[in-house]
């Protein structure tokens, strides 16, 4: 059974900054594309950026020069660096597993001042 375990997420002021990490079980992790995605209230999952084995990355138009997707192979980890947050980045980010459709219990994201 694969095990997507995320962290990091929290409590941070808009236009600052913070870094989710989403561990995986299981074995080949390098083999696999990975995804994070949020869910705000009220409103649908929504794909945020994706990494494919190969390093090549996907962002939504929403993130995109602000979001930074990685990953490190050798720690089974997936991050999703956050930086110039707004208010409306404001969800769940879960993490997920493309192939197998293995999903993170999510960590809560807040911008607020």
């Known amino acids: 059974q694969v095990q997507l375990v995320e962290s990091g997420g929290g409590l941070v002021q808009p236009g600052g900054s913070l870094r989710l990490s989403c561990a995986a079980s299981?074995?080949?992790?390098?083999?696999?594309?990975m995804d994070w995605y949020r869910q705000a209230p009220g409103k649908q999952r929504e794909l945020v950026a994706s990494?494919?084995?190969?390093?090549?990355?996907y962002y939504a138009d929403s993130v995109k020069g602000r979001f930074t997707i990685s990953r490190d192979n050798a720690k089974n980890t997936v991050y999703l660096q956050m930086n110039s947050l707004k208010p409306e980045d404001t969800a769940v980010y879960y993490c997920?597993?493309?192939?197998?459709?293995?999903w993170g219990q999510g960590t809560q994201v807040t911008v607020s001042s």
């Open positions: 299981g074995s080949l992790f390098r083999l696999y594309v």
């Open positions: 990494i494919t084995s190969g390093g090549s990355t």
């Open positions: 997920k597993r493309r192939l197998g459709d293995y």
